[in-house]
């Protein structure tokens, strides 16, 4: 991503919100945020995004092509699922990146050409660069937390103690939870 590039999150559960400040940081311009949960949908504005979009109220796609004449320079889905997959490709300019993070528990099906006729490129992420530059990486990071430009804060939506750590986990996994971070303090 350069300076200046608009950029489209799909998703905006923590690592989502995490990427929203991250291209902050970078320089991005005008950043767009994909997520049908209200809450983490209004978080996602918190940390940074400026256009948080609802996909069961508007189609993503035509709300960011509308408002940036062609689309976004880079793409991050970050929910697995399909349909999330398919806006965020097409949500792309000609010659734009997508970067896939979501750990899809489905395969999910592509028109080949949504890659090939308009030059895009699809990249996949997974947690750290790792090897000798994880260091870096994890001192970038932590650099960029002591200097304000990532907040954890805003992504811990609650605090539970040890004895309801399983109680805390389980509500993650519920559709409609509109928690993004459980906090577990001992």
Do not use: W
């Amino acid at each position: 991503m350069d300076a200046g590039d608009s950029v489209a999150v799909f998703g905006s559960g923590p690592i989502g919100l995490a990427i929203v400040q991250a291209a902050r940081a970078a320089g991005a311009g005008k950043i767009f945020v994909s997520e049908p949960n209200r809450k983490r949908r209004e978080r996602s504005a918190v940390v940074g995004a400026d256009r948080p979009i609802d996909p069961t109220d508007e189609d993503p796609v035509e709300v960011i092509r509308s408002e940036t004449g062609s689309g976004v320079e880079v793409a991050f889905e970050v929910a697995g699922v399909e349909p999330s997959y398919d806006q965020a490709l097409r949500s792309t300019v000609h010659d734009g990146h997508l970067t896939l993070v979501g750990i899809y528990e489905e395969p999910v099906s592509f028109d080949p050409n949504e890659v090939v006729l308009v030059e895009r490129t699809v990249g996949g992420a997974n947690a750290f660069l790792g090897g000798p530059l994880s260091k870096r990486e994890f001192e970038m990071t932590v650099s960029m937390l002591d200097r304000g430009e990532l907040r954890a804060d805003p992504l811990v939506t609650r605090c539970i103690g040890l004895d309801d750590v399983v109680d805390g986990f389980e509500s993650l996994l519920e559709r409609d939870n509109d928690d993004v971070k459980v906090l577990v303090e001992p």
